[in-house]
């Protein structure tokens, strides 16, 4: 098990000693008015019910107007008692987010900026693909990994959210597709935050988007990703999950990793590459390395060559992603040709590739731009 506080001193130190100044910690989080019925469980609810004066069956009914009617208030639950229906109204909260702006691009592509209860504000992404409808949904309000490229890290780490607020955005942006007769079939965590940076969230979110009972999204359909926090990466590998794994990795060494992600500052390049190939061998599944394709910085046929070594006989694939501008950011996008070019080598040398498609170009697409751009008070 991983020792949080010694976990979270070296996390901020990583960041001090990236930024040469004090770095922004976490608030207090402000108390909700309301627990998100949404963070509970099955068995949860039986528990509440039954602690409650309840019949516990009753927690499949209410699931079932959850996740199955979508209601958007605890009085439609009309096969409920009124006392029963008093009660969940008087001890949770059936909504946590309210949306402030709701992008579409060209592309069918949908960016929603939610606010939460305490007036912070977050992202959550609709993406449409041949395969289905994939929702990538946000951890944290902010983040505190430091990465150079990222406009999610802007203003730092407020607060980590809950698991209610995690799964409330799926529900959001299911009952946008309701609409249209669809339904979302992919999770991707790769929103703002640190994913395994709120660990304990983020599988009570999990755990209840699996269920059958709930949103009943397989486990194959979901993917988390990671910066690269390696005890958390072998506590998730013991998990012994059938959900998709990922790791931001960007550069193929320790000096220019570090430059472009501060998180290699506390877990080096080395570090990182034991715990994935543990990862591999615990599980029997495969990797996906995430890599953003920056414009002179990590995009060379000698780099692609050198990731080629690092990651060769991993049990992974590689994913190119020519990175979207972020105005606060410096870096600039690879050009087609270079991405081809990066590409060619590491299938060249065996490696499974593919490039991400783009989308959402035509609106605020790249991750934490669209609240840097509307609530900039909380990126400063």
């Not at 516990?56 to 208030?73: E, H, M, S």
């Not at 969940?88 to 309210?98: D, N, P, Q, R, Y």
């Not at 993917?223 to 005890?231: E, L, M, N, W, Y």
């Amino acid at each position: 098990m991983v020792d949080q506080e010694k976990f979270n001193e070296r996390i901020n130190d990583l960041v001090d000693e990236a930024e040469d100044k004090p770095v922004r910690r976490a608030k207090k989080e402000k108390p909700s008015l309301k627990e998100s019925v949404y963070s509970l469980q099955p068995k949860q609810l039986e528990e509440w019910l039954k602690e409650n004066g309840e019949k516990p069956f009753r927690a499949a009914q209410i699931f079932d107007w959850l996740y199955n009617k979508r209601v958007k208030t605890f009085e439609e639950m009309s096969n409920l008692s009124k006392g029963l229906r008093e009660k969940l109204e008087a001890s949770f909260s059936l909504t946590t987010l309210s949306t402030i702006i709701k992008q579409e691009s060209k592309d069918g592509t949908i960016k929603f900026l939610f606010q939460l209860q305490d007036g912070y504000s977050i992202e959550t992404v609709l993406m449409r693909h041949e395969y289905g409808n994939s929702v990538c949904v946000t951890t944290q309000v902010g983040c505190r990994i430091g990465c150079t490229f990222c406009a999610s890290t802007l203003g730092g780490l407020k607060r980590h959210l809950l698991a209610g607020e995690i799964v409330e955005q799926v529900v959001k942006v299911q009952q946008t597709l309701d609409e249209v007769g669809e339904r979302v079939s992919h999770i991707v965590i790769m929103g703002i935050g640190e994913p395994f940076d709120n660990y304990d969230a983020m599988m009570n979110f999990l755990k209840v988007i699996n269920h059958e009972k709930g949103l009943n999204i397989g486990a194959r359909h979901i993917t988390v990703s990671t910066s690269g926090i390696v005890p958390k990466i072998y506590q998730f590998a013991d998990e012994q999950l059938q959900i998709n794994f990922a790791v931001s990795l960007h550069a193929p060494n320790q000096e220019d990793r570090q430059k472009l992600m501060p998180i290699a500052r506390a877990y080096k390049l080395d570090e990182l590459m034991e715990a994935v190939q543990y990862y591999t061998k615990k599980t029997g599944r495969r990797v996906t390395f995430e890599y953003g394709l920056m414009s002179g910085e990590n995009d060379s046929v000698e780099i692609a060559e050198e990731l080629s070594a690092l990651i060769k006989g991993i049990k992974c694939h590689v994913n190119l992603i020519p990175v979207n501008y972020v105005p606060e950011r410096d870096y600039v996008r690879t050009s087609r040709s270079q991405i081809f070019a990066f590409e060619k080598t590491l299938k060249k040398n065996g490696i499974n590739v593919t490039i991400r498609r783009e989308q959402g170009a035509d609106i605020a697409a790249a991750c934490g731009q669209l609240r840097a751009q509307e609530r900039s008070e909380e990126t400063r």
